[in-house]
């Protein structure tokens, strides 16, 4: 048995918990202190000197990509394949328990997941049909108040009757709700875990089974887990002492969806006899980097308290660019990834780290403009595009008729003459009768009420799902997808679309039907789901990890909240403004703001060599334009740690005083940056950058009609404004 190459590389405190006895323990560490690396190694020291089977082994990690990553760590380590491990994210293994035990989960075997986009859909036709105003409930709240509901673990009949007609109404919603789910076999992602709890606490024969057969469960990022879920891993570990959690309470970013940071108090008082291990070496950054985070979160009051050190060397300053407006900032970092990349650093060494999803898209736009490769996490997935939902709608119907979200979503498209008057006398028997949009729109056809044409047209509608599913019995499962996108007629309907939006939709439909192809059924099957649901549930939980070629070198996109646990050597923290970062609905609200700095804590502390903050002194955003100041936590950070970047023109100086300023103005020969000037086929632009002397003198401007543009001063008449 030859644990060497387990535990060789770890230091005295990580040995320590990776080769410690069986035993409930915590191990709080600040960022890049190796404690996914514990984890990982524990996992594999178990198994390789016999203390566990993988059998027996759980670990849960926050994302699909982390999960992934483990897995492949452990394989790595042990030499051997781990199918029968069971790692994976809480809302990932929750859905297993249901799908194994959907009976005694009182959920129908062809139970459809629903992603948020998809809950957000429901709850409007539900307020809807109990016409209720949307402006007076908005969707969003309602669902928000629903998940809240559910992450606490309390279900609408839990709820006491309030005086609160507010509280009242959202109550009457949230049993609506639940009725209409369970009449649907609906299941949110905020349910999988509710009831993922629910089926264990209820069945206890079940849960004696699992409790023996998980005699180890590793819990990473444990400072973001909810009440369900933390309360979910206590019965899993009931009476036992075998629950191991790696957390930072410094890197609790999601209290604002329901994470308990009490947990790591909970976990010390109702384990009585756990170890509590700290680590305080960083591996991953370099000193100035760590010293510039350790800073930032000093300014957090009731923090557990935690010094990390790095014996890596002082490294580059951070280096801080103010940029004129968003395009200039997404224009300076990708400039200074394709120097990197000439430089020979790989693109998927290079993230861009972001507060909001919406800031991408500059980013995207530079980096296609030169050709440069990227993948963005997270944003709108690809399962999450329209033409995709719509195709996966007429998949969720052959699999499960009651699927009422569905049945709305492609009764009518494409087009096929059933009009909105239809519609709600199938909407209106359903709620009267409590039958699915399906029965209803049975019903309505016996009833002989509606004219020849929309009983004809309604009757097509469900012979055409009947026909898709007979057909389908025996295809592959791709060749299913293909049959349903080609016989749905939502090819046509896009292949008749007007230019580049249709193509676009087509290309995706047939990327589709190849997603299909390559869908791996046996690694993801273990609970004797047909192929189309898993495929299905595949769709509603990947949380879009896998976008773009996998092999590719690409730089990296994402949130910051996205990018916990994972490292780059070059990191860009963009948009550092007030207002954006922190937000501005946390800057009065000092509970939220200290969630913020966490979120700025986790946002540095990724980056391994290099880190860039940039902030525009102009934005556009949500259409709106902006004039912000640059972020209190910019101020936060010791002057010496950092260097202001200006291009081109070499002025350097510390960020003593970061103050809300007006483009520079830097003189550079004829023309000043930020300069304003008119070109008479361009328009109005600014001057971004001045390159060469003479005749080779080339600026670069930011033309409010056409965009980025370089011109040579000699041959461009420019006037200045
Ligand atoms: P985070 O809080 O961001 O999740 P973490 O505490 O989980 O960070 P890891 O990701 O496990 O930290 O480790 C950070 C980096 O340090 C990784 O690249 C890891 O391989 C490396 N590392 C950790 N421990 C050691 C060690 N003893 N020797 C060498 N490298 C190490
Ligand atoms: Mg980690």
């Known amino acids: 048995m030859d644990v060497t190459s387990i535990i060789d590389s770890l230091n005295d405190a990580q040995r320590q918990a990776v080769t410690a006895p069986s035993q409930a323990m915590l191990i709080l560490a600040g960022a890049g202190s190796g404690k996914t690396r514990v984890l990982v190694h524990r996992i594999a020291w178990q198994i390789q000197v016999g203390a566990s089977h993988a059998h027996s082994i759980m670990a849960v990690t926050f994302t699909n990509k982390a ?39 009182k959920l129908p075997e062809t139970f459809q997941v629903m992603d948020s986009g998809d809950q957000l859909r429901v709850i409007k036709r539900l307020l809807n049909s109990l016409n209720l105003d949307d402006s007076k409930w908005p969707p969003r709240e309602v669902q928000w108040f629903i998940n809240a ?64 057969r998980f005699r180890h469960i590793h819990v990473d990022e444990f400072q973001d887990t909810n009440t369900i879920q933390y309360a979910w891993l206590r019965l899993l570990t009931d009476g036992k002492d075998n629950l191991f959690v790696v957390g930072d309470d410094d890197q609790s970013i999601y209290g604002w969806r329901g994470a308990k940071i009490e947990n790591i108090y909970n976990f010390q008082k109702h384990y009585p006899n756990h170890q509590v291990i700290k680590l305080e070496q960083n591996y991953r950054s370099t000193g100035t980097i760590l010293k510039a985070a350790n800073k930032i979160i000093a300014n957090n009051a009731g923090r557990m308290g935690k010094e990390l050190w790095t014996d890596s060397g002082e490294g580059e300053p951070c280096a801080l660019y103010a940029a004129f407006n968003e395009q200039d900032e997404a224009y300076f970092v990708v400039e200074r990834i394709r120097a990197w990349v000439n430089e020979g650093g790989l693109r998927s060494d290079a993230a861009i780290l972001y507060r909001s999803n919406a800031q991408s ?18 944003g709108l997935r690809f399962f999450d595009r329209a033409e995709i939902k719509n195709a996966l709608a007429y998949l969720r119907l052959m699999s499960n008729r009651d699927d009422d979200a569905s049945f709305e979503r492609v009764i009518n498209t494409p087009t096929r003459g059933i009009g909105a008057k239809t519609i709600d006398d199938i909407r209106a028997i359903a709620r009267d009768q409590s039958l699915s949009l399906w029965a209803a729109a049975i019903v309505l056809i016996n009833q002989r009420t509606l ?7 309604l009757i097509g509608f469900l012979e055409l799902i009947k026909a898709l599913s007979v057909q389908a019995v025996d295809l592959e499962l791709y060749e299913k997808v293909k049959r349903v996108v080609e016989n749905s007629g939502l090819m046509e309907l896009y292949q008749k679309e007007k230019m580049d939006k249709g193509e676009e939709k087509v290309e995706n439909l047939e990327e589709l039907v190849n997603a299909a192809r390559l869908f791996n059924f046996d690694q993801e099957n273990e609970e004797g789901m047909s192929e189309l649901d898993l495929f299905l549930t595949h769709a509603a939980l990947e949380s ?43 800057v009065d609200d000092i509970a939220r703001l200290e969630e913020e700095r966490r979120l700025c804590y986790v946002g540095m502390t990724r980056a391994m060599k290099q880190l860039y903050l940039t902030y525009a002194e102009s934005r556009r955003l949500y259409g709106r334009e902006s004039y912000p100041r640059p972020s209190r ?43 304003r000037v008119h070109h008479d086929k361009f328009g109005e632009g600014v001057v971004l950058q001045i390159e060469g002397s003479g005749a080779q003198e080339r600026v670069q401007i930011n033309f409010k009609q056409v965009g980025v543009k370089w011109l040579m001063l000699a041959y461009a008449k420019l006037d200045v404004l």
């Open 451 to 457: 004219s020849a044409r929309a009983t004809n047209a």
């Open 633 to 675: 936590f910019l101020r936060e950070i010791p002057a010496e740690l950092i260097q202001e970047v200006r291009l081109r023109a070499t002025v350097s100086r510390p960020a003593t005083s970061i103050q809300p300023k007006n483009p520079p103005s830097i003189s550079t020969g004829s023309y000043q940056l930020g300069q």
């Open 361 to 378: 898209r500059q980013f995207e736009e530079k980096l296609m403009a030169t050709a440069t490769p990227y993948r963005v996490y997270g």
């Open 67 to 105: 999960a992934k990553e483990m897995r492949a760590r452990i394989e790595n380590l042990l030499n051997i394949p781990t199918q029968n491990l069971w790692i994976g994210t809480f809302h990932g293994i929750a859905h297993r328990l249901l799908r194994r035990h959907a009976a005694q989960a």
């Open 149 to 212: 509901q559910k992450d606490e673990g309390i279900r609408a009949r839990h709820m006491l009757e309030t005086n609160d007609l507010h509280q009242r109404q959202m109550l009457l919603v949230y049993k609506a709700y639940e009725e209409l789910c369970s009449r649907s076999g609906l299941v949110d992602f905020a349910e999988l875990l509710l009831r993922g709890h629910e089926l264990l606490r209820d069945n206890p024969d079940l849960l004696e089974f699992y409790q023996a």
């Open 544 to 586: 879009g990890d896998n976008q773009g070629d996998d092999f590719e070198d690409c730089v990296q996109l994402m949130t910051i909240h996205s990018a916990k646990g994972l490292e780059f050597k070059l990191v860009f923290l963009v948009g550092m403004e007030e207002g954006l970062f922190p937000s501005q609905q946390s």
